[in-house]
């Protein structure tokens, strides 16, 4: 029985044997077709011949709008908040003139008007005496008794040159209580508080009819008519930055624009970012559409720099150098940095009409075989039907 299962086992396995020899010997008959010729991937890259020419730099930077005048209205005087022509309210707009608030000042005033009769009834007892004694000066004197009102500031005491005289209204009082007079009327004028120019309320900490001590915080206001924008400028730069130096201030996106110029800066680096910061005014209008906290541009003009090239900052290779095409290969040379802007870089260093290469393949290296994109200028000279590609030539930038 084993013998037979051995037997069926040694037939099976030849019979396998036989299928798979027979299978090589056909397939080696069959002709293979011919290889296909490798086809080697084309670098392509786009160039621009060097040209140098003078170039007006700029100098490009971002910062804040915020008020050239930030103020916090405190009380002088005590007594219950009034209102003024303005509601005391957060984002409330006023004119410069404008009472933006009141204290109650019906005692003060009273009080000033009680001593204002005092002081008259002062005067008229001395007058006779000055008749008798000063009779040159009794006139003077008599007209300025008549020019007193009580609910009016009290008018310029009469010029007083004789010595007998001043002593004489020494010892009377009346020169006493005449600038004290004086200083109660300054001290009136404190109950009332006036815009000291056109602005916004930016923080109100009172209510109106609230009991206010002297050196109580009311509101903070802001001016809103000439704001400042904070830019850093590198110092490298600074010494092209000086005090009347005109300004283009922009939006982000620089749709809008508007006209500045340099009114500060400071005298030392800001260690936060190593740079100088500069100060630019600009006039703000009803509608001009600038605010305080407005995040700007800000242009300023430069040095010229001669025999430049104005290349994006990206085609630089470990910082300093840039790819050539020479006879076919990319070459790497180093550049000379002028200036370094934003998004492009002011460079010399190469020869004139040199292949810059504006945009290469991403694993280029050192003698990688390229071909050139077909420059712009001689697209006119191809025949109908070809499908050029275009190579747009390196933009000047505005920064």
């Avoid at 009769?117 to 008794?145: C, E, G, H, M």
């Amino acid at each position: 029985m084993n013998l037979r299962k051995l037997f069926v086992g040694l037939v099976v396995v030849g019979i396998f044997a036989a299928g798979y020899f027979l299978m090589q010997f056909f397939a080696q008959q069959k002709e293979l077709p011919p290889e296909r010729p490798k086809v080697e991937a084309a670098n392509y890259v786009k160039v621009n011949a060097v040209r140098y020419e003078d170039i007006d730099t700029e100098i490009v930077a971002y910062g804040r709008l915020t008020s050239s005048q930030s103020l916090s209205i405190i009380t002088e005087v005590g007594g219950r908040l009034l209102p003024g022509s303005v509601s005391l309210k957060p984002g409330e707009d006023f004119r410069q003139g404008q009472v933006l608030c009141r204290i109650y000042d019906v005692e003060a005033r009273l009080d000033l008007q009680s001593r204002k009769s005092q002081y008259l009834n002062l005067i008229v007892s001395t007058l006779p005496d000055v008749k008798i004694d000063y009779p040159d000066r009794y006139d003077a004197w008599l007209k300025y008794f008549e020019s007193i009102e009580i609910d009016k500031q009290l008018p310029e005491l009469p010029e007083v040159s004789n010595l007998k005289l001043k002593t004489f209204l020494a010892t009377k009082n009346i020169l006493s209580e005449y600038y004290s007079i004086r200083s109660a009327e300054e001290n009136l004028r404190k109950y009332t508080i006036y815009a000291p120019y056109h602005g916004s309320i930016s923080e109100v900490s009172l209510e109106v009819g609230t009991i206010v001590s002297p050196g109580t915080t009311i509101a903070s206001i802001i001016r809103t008519d000439k704001l400042e924008l904070e830019i850093p400028v590198e110092v490298k730069d600074i010494k092209w930055v000086g005090e009347g130096t005109p300004v283009q201030v922009m939006s982000e996106d620089e749709a809008r624009s508007w006209e500045g110029f340099v009114i500060r800066k400071a005298d030392r680096v800001d260690p936060n970012n190593q740079s100088i910061n500069v100060y630019i005014s600009v006039e703000a209008g009803p509608e001009s559409g600038l605010y305080d906290g407005l995040y700007l541009k800000a242009v300023i003009p430069g040095s010229t720099l001669e025999s430049a090239l104005e290349v994006p900052r990206r085609i630089l290779q470990r910082n300093d150098e840039v790819f050539v095409v020479e006879n076919g290969l990319l070459k790497s040379k180093k550049v000379n940095i002028q200036k370094i802007n934003n998004d492009n870089v002011l460079i010399n260093g190469l020869n004139e009409g040199d292949s810059l290469v504006l945009e290469a393949p991403v694993n280029a290296s050192e003698n990688m075989k390229v071909e050139v994109f077909e420059p712009a200028e001689r697209l006119e000279q191809q025949t109908p039907g070809q499908n050029p590609v275009r190579v747009e030539p390196v933009a000047k930038s505005s920064e």
